[in-house]
């Protein structure tokens, strides 16, 4: 590892720290208000999902518009896996979380295998379809506790907790995408031809991909489900999965960090407009609207903000001064 990019990792580590600490002393004095906190969690899950569609929006090139599907299935999991009770407080709650990731996963091979030898239009149409589908069987069954929902979850919303969540999450997806297997799905998205004639395999990195999306929408699914502590199939219908696509083509597909930033944007601006209730929605609609006419690659396009620049700029300043 060379000195930029190791310094970069520590610089990027110590503001995380100083972040968590920052909210959290907030949180505890009371500065920042139990809505606002509410509004910071769901800033934290809308984060985890816009990144984990980005990795197949973005980085593969495919549109999906059944991620709310793949969220509630990993919501209702570790609902029900907490429902029973057999681990309590933080252990159980990061097991449920795990346990909803899983089955999303699970279920995202399921899909994704026949699903992804389509592409464009035809791939989008199967997964709102099968998005669908999950809300329709969400209600029919009883043990999800049917149209009337699923009551009685252990409620944990504690903001810290949620936030160390939401960085494991966006740092091993940014992990995976910047190794050997992030630059095979990065090279069927540019050519997915001239990569499986390199000896790519475009079946299982196109399936991989969208299963590792699946798991961490299925994650926060789980952050989802123990924060409101009811849920109901209408959570996750297909207007949810439209709100995260928006955040990553907002952000720019293919962006991480772009992502990030559209998904704070876009959670904080609703509530902030709720006073003009009968403007909100009017004014959250001509954002987009003008973005994409001025800005149609999103707010970074494929771009990264990194820290690594900086880092680079002030060695190569400091050994300027050395040399003087």
């Known amino acids: 590892m060379d000195r930029t990019k190791k310094w970069s990792y520590i610089l990027t580590l110590v503001l995380v720290v100083i972040g968590y600490f920052f909210l959290t002393t907030l949180i505890s004095n009371g500065v920042i208000s139990r809505y606002q906190s509410t509004v910071m969690i769901f800033i934290c899950i809308n984060i985890i999902l816009a990144v984990s569609l980005n990795i197949t929006v973005g980085c593969l090139g495919q549109i999906t518009i059944g991620h709310a599907g793949f969220m509630s299935i990993g919501a209702y999991a570790a609902a029900l896996f907490a429902k029973t009770g057999l681990l309590d407080g933080l252990p159980g709650y990061l097991v449920a979380l795990i346990l909803g990731g899983i089955v999303a996963g699970i279920v995202g091979i399921i899909i994704g295998i026949p699903a992804l030898r389509l592409n464009g239009d035809y791939l989008a149409i199967i997964t709102l379809a099968f998005g669908e589908i ?150 959250y609609s001509l954002l987009l609207i003008l973005t994409m006419i001025f800005r149609p690659t999103g707010l970074l396009g494929r771009k990264e903000f990194r820290i690594s620049k900086f880092v680079e700029r002030f060695i190569t300043r400091r050994g300027t001064t050395n040399e003087k």
């Open 134 to 283: 999950i809300r329709v069987l969400i209600e029919y069954f009883n043990f999800t506790g049917g149209a009337q929902g699923l009551r009685g979850i252990p409620r944990f919303n504690k903001f810290g907790i949620i936030y160390i969540v939401m960085v494991i999450c966006v740092m091993m997806m940014f992990s995976l995408m910047t190794s050997r297997h992030g630059r095979a799905i990065l090279a069927i998205r540019d050519d997915e031809i001239a990569s499986g004639a390199s000896g790519i395999n475009t079946t299982y990195y196109k399936t991989f991909a969208f299963t590792v999306s699946a798991v961490f929408a299925g994650i926060a699914g789980g952050i989802y489900a123990h924060n409101l502590g009811i849920l109901g199939a209408r959570q996750f219908d297909f207007n949810y999965s439209i709100n995260i696509l928006v955040m990553v083509v907002l952000g720019g597909m293919g962006s991480f960090t772009g992502s990030i930033l559209s998904a704070i944007v876009l959670t904080i601006l609703p509530e902030a407009l709720r006073e003009f209730s009968d403007y909100r929605m009017i004014v």
